[in-house]
């Protein structure tokens, strides 16, 4: 399966905007193969592995066609402003 950019983002499913999942969050390493494992098992979602919670995939929410605006970590619909 392809994971590229459906939506207006650039960026591809595997790559979480800046705005909703820092470069320097403590478990940003740890979140990003737990999100690439459960896109590679076309599962909705995933476990977040520091706080427990339930986050819904990039691949899902890409699935649903538009941005619910809820915050969602892997929204694949949200523009980062430029560097």
Known sequence: MSWGA??????????????RLAADHPGHGAILAAHEAALSADQPGYLDPTSGLFVLTAGFLAGRGYCCERGCRHCPYVVDEPR
């Not at 650039?10 to 800046?18: F, Q, S």
Request: proline share 14%; hydrophobic share 15%.
């Open 6 to 19: 459906p939506t207006g983002s650039g960026r591809g499913l595997t790559e979480p905007a800046r705005s």
